[in-house]
């Protein structure tokens, strides 16, 4: 196991990690201000991915398909708020997950009613395209290092947008505090749907630049989501600081324990038992990570909420 | 999400089909479950449609099918089987994509009395020790494409395969599979999470070995999202897979980086035996779409069906088993029988991804594994 090696696994632990960090971030928010689990943030990823892979199959151009995942995905986002996520607040969890898993399955079989039942194409733009070489003889592929890029200035952006601007003092005084904020003479259904809307377009970003790289099919955004609540439980609900540290440790933990937990095990075991022992703790790897946290700190990383 | 189709081929007449449709007296009524919606739906689409097409052309008018969706969850699959063995009285049972969902309705439905006749899944259960006298494979069990994969990699002078696939009993089947017929050295076993999608971690430990061969076993999504990725990450092993992976489905959806890539599949499209060219165009002509192996795995199983019934009565159990083992009918593959386990005695081929105009389609090689027979067949006692 070269020095090499590792190094390219703890890049492809970050790049995974950022990734992730665009769809909990969202989450994050929606669960942190509005109070609601929405099991459909996985769909809004899928709507992204099948909206750039449509347009970049159109106009042969991949920027013009990012620019179609996020305003078909915040499209989306803002329409299931206004049509069923507005009538979920004053309900318990219970009922949002209710409601949001039949959003799941709409969006499923909508999505297979209009684009068919077998995966899309979607891919690389070439000016991205192959591996790049790094310093110590890295060689790794430009375009896992661009989405490593983006997503640090995705998070940027949104660290700016909500410590500093006027629409983010509003989104912390409703994460606190709702009706005060209210009479205050903030619009809050209009903040409400803005948040929304911000956290599908990043989920659907988030869906057009992993399609790139991976499979662009109905479901895609269920394991995914997954990953995405683990994240936003480790990192603290509601925090996006949280989110991205959370992220950062889901995404290197998965990554480098599939690699090494097998490596290790091989030291004291046959290599074909070590490989599947490996394997199949590496899978529970996040979620022991998360058991320890919530064990440490029971609200998360960052969490302020008991 | 409840899905369901009646489905009534259509008379086409004609002195020889009622000549065939005298020969079977009784109505015979067929209960298919296949995966409809959801991620996994273009296999089970492929298969009605290749079905249907086969019924269609067949023009035989007593045979009706019910088609129902089991959304590739088994107990929904179970629900399915109870209905139309019960409810709707069905003869036979086809349909079922995975392995899993088989292994929970066939045993039972079997038990029963009913007929199965597999068009895809082809667990190793069934072939050896829990093999049954009514059910039949009619695609291939599971081991057959991994096993040819292996010895035409070592007979094409590949010493240090990189095997890789999913941490699930289908997955270890096929590196079980594959090391059979490889024999050579295996540089590394590594087995990923099913539905992983994100493969960088592993592309990196491949690029480190000294493998100068890489099989890997990953269907659907799966095997999309590492093609492309490990095109991009300037990893130079050259690529053998199992034609799951690289079939006419998902093959749009890599695009160009399954260029040049090799595969294991017991039919092609460009195979040069009778009615297969027929099938393609047919096909093409009435779906708009090329024929992927499940369809032609679907078609021939109609075909089974259709030259069973002529042959026997479907309420004579053993007369139509017979029928059946017979297997008298002109496979799209070319040279097909039963072996004693009832599954397939077939060529296993090897085929190449190429480009065709924009359509990036496979071509058949040649034969990678001739009259292959899966190794279970001895655990069967019946």
Redesign the interface.
């Known amino acids: 196991m070269s020095l090499i090696l590792i190094a390219e696994q703890v890049l492809n632990g970050l790049q995974f990690g950022i990734m992730l960090f665009l769809m909990a971030a969202g989450l994050t928010l929606i669960f942190g201000v509005m109070g609601l689990i929405n099991l459909a943030h996985g769909s809004l990823y899928m709507v992204g991915a099948f909206c750039a892979a449509a347009v970049a199959a159109a106009t042969g151009s991949f920027a013009l398909g990012l620019v179609a995942a996020l305003a078909g995905a915040a499209a989306a986002g803002a329409l299931i708020e206004l049509v069923v996520i507005r009538r979920l607040y004053d309900r318990d969890h219970l009922d949002q997950v209710l409601a949001t898993f039949a959003l799941i399955l709409i969006f499923s079989e909508g999505t297979r009613w209009v684009f068919g039942s077998f995966p899309l194409y979607l891919d690389v733009p070439p000016a991205l395209a192959g591996p790049v070489a790094l310093p110590f003889g890295i060689q790794y592929p430009l375009y896992r290092l661009a989405l490593i890029v983006i997503g640090l200035v995705v998070a940027a952006g949104l660290f700016w947008l909500i410590a500093r601007t006027r629409i983010g003092v509003q989104i912390r005084a409703g994460e606190n505090d709702r009706e005060m904020i209210a009479a205050l003479g903030v619009d809050i259904d209009r903040l409400y749907t803005f948040v929304f809307a911000l956290g599908a377009a990043l989920a659907g970003l988030a869906g057009a630049l992993v399609g790139a790289i991976q499979s662009v099919q109905v479901g895609m955004g269920e394991p995914v989501l997954i990953l995405a609540f683990v994240t936003i439980v480790i990192g603290g609900i509601g925090s996006i600081k949280g989110a991205l540290i959370g992220a950062l440790l889901v995404g290197l933990t998965e990554t480098l324990g599939s690699v090494f937990l097998p490596e290790l095990f091989k030291l004291f075991m046959a290599p074909a038992a070590a490989t599947q022992t490996g394997a199949s703790l590496s899978s529970m790897a996040i979620y022991i990570l998360m058991a320890m946290v919530l064990i440490w700190r029971p609200t998360g990383l960052f969490g302020a909420r008991a | ?1 409840n899905f369901k189709t009646l489905a009534k081929t259509v008379a086409m007449g004609g002195a020889v089909c009622a000549a065939l449709a005298t020969a079977a007296a009784a109505e015979v009524k067929v209960g298919m479950i296949t995966t409809l ?3 996994g ?2 296999l089970g ?1 492929d298969v009605r449609d290749g079905f249907l097409l086969a019924l269609e052309q067949s023009g035989r008018d007593d045979i009706e099918v019910v088609i129902e969706d089991d959304q590739r969850k088994p107990d929904v699959a179970v629900q399915l089987a109870d209905k139309l063995v019960q409810s709707e009285k069905v003869d036979v049972l086809t349909g079922i994509i995975w392995s899993n969902l088989a292994m929970a309705v066939v045993p039972s439905v079997t038990a029963q009395g009913k007929f199965y006749l597999s068009p895809n899944a082809g667990p190793s259960q069934l072939a050896g020790r829990g093999c049954h006298p009514n059910y039949f494979n009619v695609a291939w069990q599971n081991d057959a494409y991994h096993e040819a994969a292996g010895a035409y990699a070592a007979a094409d002078g590949s010493k240090k395969a990189f095997v890789l696939a999913p ?1 699930y009993p289908a997955g ?1 089947d096929a590196i079980t599979g594959f090391k059979r017929g490889f024999g050579g050295e295996i540089a590394a ?5 099913l ?1 992983q ?2 493969y ?3 592309i ?2 491949i ?2 070995s000294d493998a100068d061969i890489l099989y890997y076993f990953l269907p ?3 095997g ?2 590492f093609m ?2 490990y095109s ?3 990893a130079e092993v050259p690529v053998i897979g199992p034609a799951f992976s690289f079939d006419q ?2 093959l ?6 399954a260029l040049g890539v090799k595969n294991t599949a017991h039919w092609s499209k460009d195979l040069d035996v009778p009615g297969n060219a027929e099938f393609v165009a047919s096909f093409s002509e009435k779906y708009g779409r090329l024929p992927s192996i499940y369809a032609a795995q679907g078609f021939d199983t109609a075909l089974l069906l259709v030259s069973a019934t002529a042959a026997a009565d479907v309420t004579d159990a053993d007369a139509f088993r017979a029928a059946l083992k017979a297997a008298d009918f002109q496979s799209v593959r070319g040279a097909f029988k039963f072996a004693d386990n009832h599954h397939p005695i077939q060529t296993i081929y090897m085929r190449e991804v190429i480009k065709e105009g924009d359509v990036v389609t496979n071509r058949l090689v040649g034969p990678a594994a001739e009259d292959y027979a899966d190794p279970y067949g001895v655990d069967c006692k019946m």
């Open positions: 999400m919606s959801g991620g739906a273009g689409i941490n270890q076993e590594v087995y990923t999470k539905g999608t994100d960088a971690a592993e990196a430990q690029r480190a659907g999504g799966m999309i999202s492309k990725q991009g990450s300037g489905g998902i749009g959806a890599i695009g160009d980086a």
